[in-house]
């Protein structure tokens, strides 16, 4: 098992910046993928940005450039820097790790960006 726990959610204006993080704890293999998804209200829940032990990432077209994950394999967080931020990335923004093929996820942090 893999327990989650993210911080960093708030409200901010449009245009500002926020850093979410997310402390992993358990059964934790450095070989896991980790990431962070988002689920606006009424929508379903999509990634944002992805990172593989070694480092790699992959990004929603709709954030690349503004936003970045970078992970400790030291401390077994993940984080995302978020900037020049949008009313529509308004949503619950939810850790996740894939681990032999088991998703586990956090509890959300909520993230507004008001205009």
């Known amino acids: 098992q893999v327990q989650l726990v993210e911080s960093g959610g708030g409200l901010v204006q449009a245009g500002g910046s926020l850093r979410l993080s997310c402390a992993a704890s358990g059964r934790l293999s450095r070989t896991s993928a980790m990431g962070w998804y988002r689920q606006a209200p009424g929508e379903q829940r999509e990634m944002v940005a992805v990172?593989?032990?070694?480092?790699?990432?992959n990004y929603a077209d709709s954030v690349k450039g503004r936003f970045t994950i970078s992970r400790d394999n030291t401390k077994n967080t993940v984080s995302l820097q978020m900037n020049s931020l949008k009313t529509e990335d308004t949503a619950v923004y939810y850790c996740n790790v894939n681990q032999y093929g088991v998703n586990y996820w956090g509890k959300g942090t909520l993230v507004t960006v008001s205009s």
């Open positions: 990172i593989t032990s070694g480092g790699s990432t």
